[in-house]
């Protein structure tokens, strides 16, 4: 049973920081990549950052580059977002993401699986 965790949404003033952690269980060795991506009140869901979980390479959006860091710890099947310089803009409730990639001698799949969210909230 796979399991997605996230932690460390609250409420901060603009130009604050929070960090966030996302914490994943479960046939952990299939790990591809994993994410956050956020949703603001009557916006569709969107990507802000990715990193692979066994080389390290990140993405971010063009959104939050410069200002936002995620980082994992394969140790702890976890991964965090440090946010600084947060705008009122960034409230949203972000949602970790963990996409795995199962090879098998017939297919290659990738399964998509999502945390309950939390709430980040930027006062102006």
């Known amino acids: 049973q796979v399991q997605v965790v996230e932690s460390g949404g609250g409420l901060v003033q603009a130009g604050g920081s929070l960090r966030l952690s996302c914490a994943t269980f479960?046939?952990?060795?299939?790990?591809?990549?994993m994410g956050w991506f956020r949703q603001a009140p009557g916006k569709e869901r969107e990507f802000v950052a990715s990193?692979?979980?066994?080389?390290?390479?990140?993405d971010y959006s063009h959104s939050v580059k410069g200002r936002f860091t995620i980082s994992r710890d394969i140790a702890e099947n976890t991964v965090y977002l440090q946010m600084i310089s947060l705008k009122p803009e960034d409230t949203a409730v972000y949602y970790c993401?963990?996409?795995?990639?199962?090879?098998?001698?017939?297919?290659?799949?990738?399964?998509?699986?999502w945390g309950q969210g939390t709430q980040v909230t930027v006062s102006s």
């Open positions: 993401n963990r996409r795995d990639t199962v090879v098998t001698i017939e297919t290659t799949k990738q399964f998509d699986y």
């Open positions: 479960g046939r952990t060795l299939n790990i591809d990549t």
């Open positions: 990193i692979n979980w066994n080389n390290g390479n990140s």
